[in-house]
Every structure is written in C-alpha cells, then in structure tokens.
C-alpha cells in the first residue's frame, strides 16, 4: 500500500473578510467531535488500513496470502497427436509422452505445445527440456506461426545432452505479423520409441528447467496453506465401460459389480479396479448412475452403491418382462474420506443367466461437494 504522509498546515495569515474596502478578521467557526479532520487522524486511518490488508507474495509462501504462478510459458495445444505409428501425448503434469513403433524415419508431431504471443516482452528466454538420457535422434523445433497460418523455423536441435537448455531472444521468436509459437517434435529413426520429456518455456537466460508449479491462491490459516481456488474448481467425474458386461449369479441378490473402466480426468478422484478412488481433501460427495440390459431380465433387479464392499445409499429397483430394462439412480450424498472405494453394483431377486449390461448406457457419475 502506498501510503501518503500528511502534515498539518502553518498558518500564514487569518481568514478575513472585505466590506465596503475595509477588511474584517473573522472568527473561525467552532467545531466538537471525537475525530477532527487532522493529519494524525489521517496518518493512523492510513496506518490502521494497512495493518488489515492482507499481504500477499506471488513468490513465496511467507506471507497471508501466496499466489503461486506457473512460470512455464507453453501450453497445451492437442490432446494427443499421432503419425506414422508415433504418438505423442501432452499430460497434465505439462509432460510429453511419446510412444510407438515408428513406421517410416523423419517423423514430426507437429504443434503439440504453444506459446501466446501476448505473453512475450522484450528480452532473454530459455527453452529447457528435462529429458534424463541423451536423445541424438529426437529433435524439439520451434516455429512461429503468422496470423495467415504461414510458419517461420526458428530453431530445431537435437536432445544431444541430458536436460538440454536452449537460449532465445524476443527478436528471434516473434516477427510483425506473429500470432504464436509451436513446439514440435522431430523423430529422426525408424524404431521403436519410449520417453518422457518435460518442455519449459520461460523468462531469463540459461534458466534451469523447474518443476511444473500449478497456479492456485492459498491463505495461511495459522502456518498451513489452503488452497482457494481448489473450493472453486469443479470435481466430477463419469465412469463408463468400454464393452459390455456379461453377469451369471449363483444366488438370489447375489451383487454384482459393474466393470467400469474408463473415467474423465479429475483431480480428486481416480479409477481403481472397477471403483472410483477417493482423494485427499474429499468428505462428501455425490453420486448418481444409469443401466439398462440387452436381454429380459427375471424378477426385480437392484441399482446399489457399496462402499468399500459395503453397501451405502439408497438402492433403486426395476423390473420388467421387456428386454432392455434400464434404471436410473438419482443424485445421493455419501460422507467420504481419502482412499474409499466407490462401486456401482447390480442384484437380481432371481437367479440370472448370461445377461448383457448395455455399455453404451451404463455410467456412473461422482461429484466431489465438500
């Protein structure tokens, strides 16, 4: 806070009045209050507003408040690309996994990360990429893009050395009609390929490669950090089956587990097994789901949630002498804590044989809500 130092004025002369070319001195009016308009009163308002803000860092976590920035300047621009037999994933950790048997020799993948013109000022930069073990015949290329789509090289060189560092300049990076940056990755032999790397792109020259530092606004509550903006981020996941389920039972009620398989990403929950996995900082979440069958099904059949093999919620029944029964559970509220396992599981009051499960309507949905 930039504070301004106020003084009390001197007098140098008393208010005065004319009248008729003659001049007057005038009595100053009389005030009474418990706070006069003063420059000590006004010094301690300035002094009494500082000590309440809240102080924040946007380096280091000493203060009330930290603002932790990423200071990695590339962002993801696919998902995922694929070429001749080579396909390179971006991951959430900022990483770059590359994997597959290379069907032809001079591979690219092209436009995998950029970087925003906007971001970029006058100056040093370094390209750092951690890679742990020398790559002669993998290439990282950089090319400015112009706002036709036209694209200039501006550096290719090889990961000839364990955690390669490339230095640039402002003047090499961005031309008048720049719009953005591409990484690319060239792939020069015909083999098989296995790695990670983990490109950085940042401010300074010769700057060491860091770990990724995920942006976030963190309050100190008595010397522990608390994350704000996770209270803000959604968290919810679907879990799906990528083929359907074939269920035999022995017994009446017998439950049976449904084998999902797939899940959207989230940073709270995770797939383990055939159940969504709790993380840290979860205790209550939301859970809803939907099935149907292929076949008639015989008697009444239940929808249920177990939790840790035990069974939690309420449990949705359906019925039907139909083929393609479906049942669909509500929303309900579970209490949770870090690792329980969530389940979506069916039982039938009758003795079942070879009944399909419908992968193409069979999903359940988790929501973390505190």
Known sequence: ???????????????????????????????????????????????????????????????????????????????????????????????ILVSGNATSSNIYLIGLKKINKEVL????????????????????????????????EIITQALDTVNKEISLNYSNLVGSDTSYIELDLYLKTQKQYSFTIYPQFQRGKATKYESPLED????????VYISVLTSFKQNAITATMTNNQSITTTSAYQ???VNLNTITSSSKLSLSGNAVKIGKGVSKILVSANTSFVEKTD???????TKNNASVGKTVQGMSDQARLNISAPPQAFDVKEGDLINMCLAFGNIQTNKTVSSSSTFMTVQVIE
């Open 1 to 95: 806070m930039d504070k301004i130092p106020f003084e009390d004025g001197t007098k140098l002369k008393s208010a005065t009045v004319t009248v008729n070319e003659q001049e007057y001195e005038v009595t100053p009016a009389q005030y009474e209050g418990k706070t006069p308009l003063s420059s000590f009163n006004l010094n301690k308002m300035q002094d009494n507003i500082e000590n309440t803000l809240v102080k924040a860092s946007a380096t280091e976590p000493n203060s009330d408040v930290w603002i932790k920035h990423s200071i990695n300047m590339l962002k993801t621009n696919i998902s995922s690309l694929s070429s001749y037999g080579i396909t390179g994933t971006n991951k959430e950790d900022g990483s």
């Open 216 to 223: 976030d606004i963190l309050v100190n509550n008595n010397g």
């Open 121 to 152: 000022n006058l100056g040093d930069y370094t390209l750092s990429i951690n890679n742990e073990e020398i790559m002669s015949d993998v290439s990282v290329r950089l090319r400015k893009v112009s706002i036709s789509g036209s694209k200039t």
């Open 255 to 257: 439950v049976v587990k």
């Open 299 to 305: 008697g009444l059949v239940n929808l249920q949630f």
